[in-house]
């Protein structure tokens, strides 16, 4: 299957009570080429109405912080952990998180990203149970033979600014680390 065709059927999805809530389903944004998929939390009150991931205060921070690693923002993909709006932006309950689980997965499996930047404490405990966000940020991470980077969520920012700096350091690194990958996956293929 290809992106488009699983994002018409993530779309239609009716897994959680969030579908009853909802304005639309924000599957995500970016190239099916991209390799770097970002990872947030759930979509927002303006994610919601239009259809796309980050698109609010978080996602201007988020855009420049894609822009300030002379990334653009079409060559990525951005997705979230829940694919539909929590009323009042509480945080995703576990079932929630579990019912969408697949559909991240699938996402993934299609994109293959070299690196998935995970946004926030929701998003990294969904693909690496056990870590601490303010501990384990910045530090790529190998599991299940993909390659995760925990950062601090954008929004985080808005409330504590001493993350920002935190958060602009760590996205700094990205550059470096995919070129190691990329550096990792030559040297495998020489050695075959
Ligand atoms: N925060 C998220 O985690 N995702 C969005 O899409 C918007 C804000």
Not at 29 to 55: C, H, N, T, W, Y
Not at 126 to 144: A, M, T
Not at 147 to 153: D, Q, S
């Amino acid at each position: 299957m290809n992106l488009e065709k699983l994002n018409k059927k993530i779309s239609q999805c009716q897994r959680c009570e969030l579908c009853k809530t909802r304005t639309n389903v924000v599957c995500g944004s970016g190239s099916d080429q991209s390799e770097i998929m970002f990872v947030g939390e759930a979509p927002g009150r303006k994610e919601d109405k239009a259809g796309l991931p980050f698109i609010g205060s978080a996602g201007k921070i988020l855009d420049e912080l894609i822009e300030s690693i002379k990334i653009k923002k079409e060559n990525v993909y951005i997705a979230n952990i829940v694919k539909c709006r929590p009323p009042k932006n509480r945080d995703p309950k576990p079932e929630e998180v579990i019912m969408c689980k697949d559909w991240l997965n699938q996402q993934i499996a299609i994109i293959k990203p070299k690196l998935i930047v995970l946004l926030g404490r929701h998003s990294m405990d969904r693909f690496l149970p056990g870590q601490k966000i303010s501990v384990d940020h910045g530090k790529p991470k190998r599991y299940n033979g993909k390659i995760y980077y925990p950062v601090y969520h954008p929004a985080a920012t808005l409330y504590k600014r001493s993350l920002l700096e935190e958060l602009q350091k760590d996205f700094q690194n990205i550059p470096k680390i995919i070129k190691e990958i990329k550096k990792e996956e030559k040297t495998e293929i020489a050695e075959v």
